[in-house]
DNA sequence: GTCTATATTGCGATAGAC
DNA sequence: GTCTATCGCAATATAGAC
């Protein structure tokens, strides 16, 4: 069994290392969990290390082979973003270790860090970017914002909240797990923001 | 010299644990930074775990100590988001490693974690919802929104932008670390888009 | 390809001198 | 209160049998 036993490998280490962190796992633990030998880590991947890239890389990829099934130049941008949203949503609710791994990485980068954020990363910001670009010049969006922000403001108020779901267990009193009704108001929220025909009054 | 040597290794450790993880930093590295023996940690603290334990107690006291300097009972709901936004860019500025701890807290937890969350990270939460109910009452705010939704949309509107600051200078061509700014445009984005009087086209 | 056995290294904690 | 030395244990990696 070849690659039988290469992928258990995979999805047995997929969960431990964050919730150990990568140090905090012994090799044994996972091909334990694996139901493989412990030898058998070092045969496929050349050692602990080479195991964790194996589950970066297939995580990530999944950030990609999402985006490609929308198009941003197709799209009404409002509508586009509202796409992008749900998007997100069905990848967290579907697999809620690529955030894990991102911010495990973002706290302690691996060498494979930068190799991510310009294959996966990158290209979910920019395509985030030319939609609310498009809007800007179409006259729906204010067109006094920073771009680059507003992709920051996006993706902070979509994701955070997943990451922060351990929290909300503690905090919310019915915490009910509505994560889709969040992603709604929240793209609401920040669409009504960047409109254009709803300025704010300054406040000194 | 007692309490020198007690300090010396939580400042050491604080930036060494976020940035191995836990289990990734070794007791006498720690202590070598600290310039003082490896032993003084089981000393002092008990062992490592104890030296983090403290760690994470003089970080997140810092949160606590900054909310107690504005009032949610004196100002306007929008002085107040505003106010609270600063007071978390301030924060971040002056303490990077608190969301370094929050995060690694999230994706393993440490039996301190709930501690942590109902000593400081409640209150936070609490006070942002008080606002936000307020500002609804009077008319200002949107009354058909979720609370507990926006108070987590305003954290992570206003947080991500922090905890990934590595992709953004990666990804981002003229990286000139603009936090002030970011901060402003966020929480405009966030007031513009729960204010009562500026309602959004419905799509569909 | 899969296993056992082991070499080697490094860990946290502590006993005991000063 | 601070140090050295060391104990006991667990880690990764690998050699070699099957």
């Known amino acids: 069994m070849d690659k039988d036993a290469k992928n258990r490998l995979i999805e047995a280490a997929m969960p431990l290392f964050p ?17 493989v ?9 050349g050692g602990k290390e080479g195991l964790y890239e194996a589950v ?22 409002q509508e586009f973003i509202r796409h992008f949203a749900m998007m997100v949503l069905n990848i967290h609710m579907h697999n809620p270790y ?9 706290s302690h980068p691996s060498p494979y860090l930068e190799q991510i954020i310009q294959k996966h990363i ?28 507003a992709v ?3 993706a902070g108020i979509i994701n ?6 351990p929290v909300r267990k503690i905090v919310l009193k019915n915490y009910d797990d509505n994560e889709k009704e969040y992603v709604q108001q929240a793209i609401s929220i920040f ?7 709803c300025d704010e009054k300054k406040h000194t």
Do not use: C, W
């Open 122 to 149: 990158r290209k979910a910001f920019n395509t985030i970017h030319i939609a609310i670009s498009k809007g800007i010049s179409a006259g729906i969006f204010k067109k006094d914002i920073n771009i680059e922000h």
């Open 56 to 77: 970066l890389d297939v995580l990530f990829s999944q950030i990609d082979d999402a985006i490609h099934t929308i198009d941003v130049l197709q799209e009404k941008p």
């Open 98 to 106: 690529i955030m894990l791994y991102l911010y495990q990485e973002l």
């Open 37 to 45: 030998n412990s030898a058998a880590i070092s045969y496929y991947f």
């Open 191 to 197: 669409l009504n923001g960047i409109r254009r025909d």
């Open 160 to 165: 955070f909240y997943f990451f922060m779901t």
């Open 152 to 154: 920051m403001s996006l």
């Open 19 to 35: 919730a150990k962190g990568y140090a905090g796992v012994s090799i044994r633990e996972i091909a334990e969990a694996a139901h």
